[in-house]
């Protein structure tokens, strides 16, 4: 099984580097980062993206917090 | 890129996969599904009416800006004015990096920004405020202070600036969550009370509107980046206390296992409105506070109670706001 590694930018407070399978999703990096989708927008490589696009190799994730307090 | 992963509209490369009609959108078709539903609800719900001025009260959050956003682009072809009005609570840490972000914001649309401060209306800014809480028990959470304090100084300040309309960036979100909070404390005439706008008006309140009523919290995240309505990232540092942050959480873990949940919860809290309303803003006779003389449901309006509560003086406030 090959493996492949995300660096993720958590809500600009904590960067953290996630191993995944190879073909996996955002949605996969997010569940092992025990977070809710539903609570997260994210931005691959700069740009913004559904949960459910693929991530590859030293891939680039800015995760944003709808959960913000206004 | 996968095959299926493709704007419902176009087929282009999605931005967003809005669960509850179980389709992607790129970013052109994302932008303008969000603002055909913006548009819809003012004028289903005839939030304005040509030649309106309309406040936008505004915190340089992802809500507010895009609101701001929305209402300028719309005000040319609608017939009507806005301004925003900011609120600087004094939340070290927080506040200062959001109205930096309005600012630029402001500038960038062309739309004019008057901030009021806690500290200059009130004497104390909402860290020193609940420091005293805590000292007393803490029997009131920071968001019920402030959020009573907020609400007093924007329809003030609106009221003085000669706004018809407050419009606020109350989201689908908001809605679905007060909706709950209302139910589990048995509070009908407050669920009555919400609706997209305010009814049962006074001389002293500002009509207070809510175009953002069907929208996910998400979308206005997503919408704001997708303008480039740059907000920090930062998170207000009580938001730990409120107790919506549970029922928030509880309501997103729903919302992921059946997509669609929050419209019927806001869905069932408009019934409530349209069914209740009428009857409860008839019966709720509005008092005036014998200490400032604002609109109140009883003797003390809760701004002069916390006030009191905090040992500071009630009492009229002589506005003082300026332009940023």
Same mark, same amino acid.
């Given at each position: 099984?090959?493996?492949?590694?995300?660096?993720?930018?958590?809500?600009?407070?904590?960067?953290?580097?996630?191993?995944?399978?190879?073909?996996?999703?955002?949605?996969?990096? /997010?569940?092992?980062?025990?977070?809710?989708?539903?609570?997260?927008?994210?931005?691959?490589?700069?740009?913004?993206?559904?949960?459910?696009?693929?991530?590859?190799?030293?891939? &680039?994730?800015?995760?944003?917090?709808?959960?913000?307090?206004? | 890129?996968?095959?299926?992963?493709?704007?419902?509209?176009?087929?282009? *490369?999605?931005?967003?996969?809005?669960?509850?009609?179980?389709?992607? /959108?790129?970013?052109?078709?994302?932008?303008?599904?969000?603002?055909?539903?913006?548009? #819809?609800?003012?004028?289903?719900?005839?939030?304005?009416?040509?030649?309106?001025?309309?406040?936008?009260?505004?915190?340089?959050? *992802?809500?507010?800006?895009? +609101?701001?956003?929305?209402?300028?682009?719309?005000?040319?072809? +609608?017939?009507?004015?806005?301004?925003?009005?900011?609120?600087?609570?004094?939340?070290?840490?927080?506040?200062?990096?959001?109205?930096?972000?309005?600012? *630029?914001?402001?500038?960038?649309?062309?739309? *004019?920004?008057?901030?009021?401060?806690?500290?200059?209306?009130?004497?104390?800014?909402?860290?020193?405020?609940?420091?005293?809480?805590?000292?007393?028990?803490?029997?009131?959470?920071?968001? #019920?202070?402030?959020?009573?304090?907020? &609400?007093?100084? +924007?329809?003030?300040?609106?009221?003085?600036?000669?706004?018809?309309?407050?419009?606020?960036?109350?989201?689908?979100?908001?809605?679905?969550?007060?909706?709950?909070?209302?139910?589990?404390?048995?509070?009908?005439?407050?669920?009555?009370?919400?609706?997209?706008?305010?009814?049962?008006?006074?001389?002293?309140?500002?009509?207070?509107?809510?175009?953002?009523?069907?929208?996910?919290?998400?979308?206005?995240?997503?919408?704001?980046?997708?303008?480039?309505?740059?907000?920090?990232?930062?998170?207000?540092?009580?938001?730990?206390?409120?107790?919506?942050?549970?029922?928030?959480?509880? /309501?997103?873990?729903?919302?992921?296992?059946?997509?669609?949940?929050?419209?019927?919860?806001?869905?069932?809290?408009?019934?409530?409105?349209?069914?209740?309303?009428?009857?409860?803003? #008839?019966?709720?006779?509005?008092?005036?506070?014998?200490?400032?003389?604002?609109?109140?449901?009883?003797?003390?309006?809760?701004?002069?109670?916390?006030?009191?509560?905090?040992? /500071?003086?009630?009492?009229?406030?002589?506005?003082?706001?300026?332009?940023?």
């Amino acid at each position: 099984m090959t493996l492949i590694k995300v660096h993720v930018n958590v809500f600009g407070r904590e960067r953290r580097t996630v191993e995944v399978k190879k073909g996996s999703r955002i949605i996969d990096v /997010l569940e092992k980062l025990s977070l809710n989708p539903v609570e997260i927008v994210v931005a691959k490589n700069g740009e913004v993206v559904p949960e459910d696009d693929f991530v590859s190799d030293g891939d &680039r994730l800015d995760l944003y917090s709808v959960v913000s307090g206004g | 890129m996968d095959k299926t992963l493709a704007c419902a509209i176009c087929g282009g *490369k999605p931005a967003i996969k809005v669960s509850y009609i179980d389709s992607y /959108l790129c970013k052109e078709h994302f932008l303008e599904y969000f603002e055909r539903r913006v548009l #819809s609800t003012i004028k289903y719900f005839n939030l304005i009416e040509e030649g309106d001025v309309v406040a936008a009260a505004v915190s340089g959050g *992802k809500d507010s800006l895009s +609101l701001l956003y929305v209402l300028k682009k719309f005000s040319e072809e +609608l017939g009507y004015t806005v301004f925003g009005i900011a609120v600087d609570e004094g939340i070290q840490g927080y506040r200062e990096y959001k109205l930096k972000a309005l600012k *630029k914001v402001a500038e960038k649309i062309g739309v *004019k920004i008057f901030a009021a401060s806690f500290s200059e209306n009130y004497g104390l800014t909402l860290d020193e405020a609940i420091k005293i809480a805590m000292r007393k028990g803490f029997e009131y959470k920071p968001c #019920s202070i402030c959020g009573v304090f907020r &609400r007093y100084l +924007l329809n003030l300040a609106a009221k003085e600036l000669g706004a018809d309309k407050l419009a606020t960036g109350h989201n689908l979100d908001d809605e679905a969550q007060v909706f709950l909070m209302n139910v589990l404390r048995g509070g009908v005439p407050n669920i009555a009370r919400e609706y997209p706008i305010s009814r049962g008006g006074h001389e002293k309140l500002v009509t207070r509107i809510k175009p953002f009523y069907f929208i996910p919290e998400k979308e206005t995240l997503t919408y704001a980046l997708l303008r480039g309505l740059d907000t920090p990232f930062v998170e207000c540092p009580y938001v730990k206390y409120s107790i919506r942050h549970g029922i928030r959480r509880w /309501l997103n873990s729903r919302e992921r296992e059946q997509p669609g949940t929050k419209y019927k919860v806001a869905a069932s809290s408009l019934l409530y409105g349209e069914i209740f309303g009428k009857t409860y803003v #008839s019966m709720a006779s509005l008092q005036t506070c014998k200490y400032c003389g604002a609109p109140s449901t009883s003797e003390i309006c809760r701004a002069c109670a916390f006030r009191i509560y905090l040992g /500071l003086t009630p009492g009229t406030i002589k506005l003082k706001i300026h332009e940023i």
